[in-house]
T-cell receptor, first 111, second 115 residues
Framework: RKEVEQDPGPFNVPEGATVAFNCTYS??????FFWYRQDCRKEPKLLMS???SGNEDGRFTAQLNRASQYISLLIRDSKLSDSATYLC????????????FGAGTRLFVKA | ETGVTQTPRHLVMGMTNKKSLKCEQH?????MYWYKQSAKKPLELMFV???????ENNSVPSRFSPECPNSSHLFLHLHTLQPEDSALYLC??????????????FGPGTRLTVL
């Protein structure tokens, strides 16, 4: 089982749609959680951190469920510019430090 | 955006060559990272430095040798690489020790091709 698993995608949605990405992690020692965005042939950039209480930034909402070891990202009112790969990232601390990236979910938003 | 820079951006090398990748961060951060991103695979953490001391080496072959001369610079020395080492090599930095929940800022990467 992969340490961080994401929806395989790709997701093809029309502009204005609401889209949800799911991510599960296997290590209960996972401490911090993030969503990054990576455009084609570009570096990953932080989209938002994910907190247990849930957090929202404009059209983006992230949720964390520690009991189920599950993270989600909701994008409302999709824009063409949201087209990218969305990476679920988990930091694990078990004496050593690991940052584990999911394989990413590709999103295509079409006019 | 020039917080984290990497050179060269593209590199083609033979299996017998020796080359180095350079990363520089202008953010005043204390931790720096090397990642490998192969086609259709997740990013893989290779090395972590905190205050110029290597704190993690995630089972990376010895043909990859990192060097961190100061908190702003990170190098990845390459020698006798294999074609399967062809990938995008990304450098990142973060404010604090990697044991603290912290955002990582990535450079644009070096696209490496090994012939």
């Amino acid at each position: 089982r992969k340490e961080v698993e994401q929806d395989p995608g790709p997701f093809n949605v029309p502009e204005g749609a609401t889209v949800a990405f799911n991510c599960t992690y296997s290590n209960s020692a996972s401490q911090s959680f993030f969503w990054y965005r990576q455009d084609c042939r570009k570096e990953p950039k932080l989209l938002m951190s994910v907190y247990s209480s849930g957090n929202e930034d404009g059209r983006f909402t992230a949720q964390l469920n520690r009991a189920s070891q599950y993270i989600s990202l909701l994008i409302r009112d999709s824009k063409l510019s949201d087209s990218a790969t969305y990476l679920c990232v988990v930091n694990v601390n078990t004496g050593g430090f690991k940052t584990i990236f999911g394989a990413g979910t590709r999103l295509f938003v079409k006019a | 955006e020039t917080g984290v820079t990497q050179t060269p951006r593209h590199l083609v090398m033979g299996m017998t060559n020796k080359k180095s990748l350079k990363c520089e961060q202008h953010l005043g951060h204390n931790a720096m990272y090397w990642y490998k991103q192969s086609a259709k695979k997740p990013l893989e953490l290779m090395f972590v430095y905190s205050l110029e001391e290597r704190v993690e080496n995630n089972s990376v072959p010895s043909r990859f040798s990192p060097e961190c001369p100061n908190s702003s610079h990170l190098f990845l020395h390459l020698h006798t690489l294999q074609p399967e080492d062809s990938a995008l090599y990304l450098c990142a930095s973060s404010q604090d020790s990697p044991r603290v929940s912290d955002t990582q800022y990535f450079g644009p990467g070096t696209r490496l091709t090994v012939l």
